[in-house]
């Protein structure tokens, strides 16, 4: 009978503090809200960058100065050359994006091989152009990381020319000033590098040597001087005009 008893009592106290612990109020807070983390900055053009390129250059066609004496009256023509080579250096820009609009300023300078002549006979003529440079204006439209523009500005060139009969031998150092255009294909492989590929023509116009020894003194030979180029190249962009990270609520 005690046995009963001690029993139905342990129930009935086990049964109550059940019940209270179920009264009592519930102490945990809300969740904690983390946030995911932002996205990395959508790409822009926008920025100073620097970088090189390396091609190949040729004469637009097969120059032929024309010789003129003291009076002024044509001589003669000098064999034709063809001038060409490599070309490579290294240039420095800035763009600014609008949209998908992409404007920049450029200028470069590049050391080439650049050279031509003609001596198989007794007079003969010689072209070199071993440094070239050019500042120029950048337009181009972009589909994200591709980037189509064309350029354009001046160019300066440096010439070495020699000309040679049998009287004697003329070497003229001369820089001239032109102008140049082209268009390209740039392509950013990640938000700092790019590659690109670029045409260009340029045109330093007519170019006129006093000859002192090769002919009388007092001649002149002229011709006009024009190039075309190829070239590939890359950039880095500096990361100066990032888009601001987006906005995320904290809680």
Do not use: C
């Not at 050391?111 to 440079?133: K, L, Q």
């Amino acid at each position: 009978m005690l046995r009963r008893f001690l029993i139905t009592t342990a129930l009935v106290s086990l049964a109550g503090g059940s019940a209270l612990a179920a009264d009592l109020p519930n102490q945990k807070g809300p969740p904690v809200f983390t946030p995911p983390p932002p996205p990395p900055p959508a790409f822009t053009w926008s920025g100073v960058y620097i970088g090189g390129q390396v091609g190949y250059q040729w004469s637009a066609h097969s120059q032929s100065p024309n010789v003129f004496d003291p009076t002024g009256a044509f001589v003669t023509s000098l064999p034709g050359s063809s001038p060409r080579g490599i070309v490579g250096g290294g240039h420095v820009g800035y763009n600014f994006q609008v949209a998908q609009f992409v404007f920049g300023l450029e200028g470069d300078v590049d050391g080439s091989s650049y050279s031509g002549g003609n001596g198989s006979g007794i007079i003969g003529y010689t072209d070199r152009e071993p440094v070239e440079a050019s500042i120029r204006g950048r337009v181009g439209y972009a589909w994200d990381r591709l980037l189509i523009y064309g350029t354009g500005g001046v160019a300066f060139g440096d010439f070495h020319d020699t000309y040679f009969s049998p009287l004697g031998v003329d070497s003229i150092w001369h820089e001239h000033t032109g102008w140049t255009a082209g268009a390209g294909l740039e392509y950013a492989i990640t938000n700092n590098w790019s590659l690109r590929g670029e045409y260009r023509y340029s045109d330093f116009g007519h170019i006129s040597d006093p000859l002192t020894a090769s002919f009388a003194p007092g001649a002149t030979a002229t011709r006009h001087e024009t190039d075309h180029r190829v070239q590939v190249g890359f950039s880095y962009k500096f990361d100066l005009f990032e888009p601001p990270a987006p906005v995320v609520s904290k809680y």
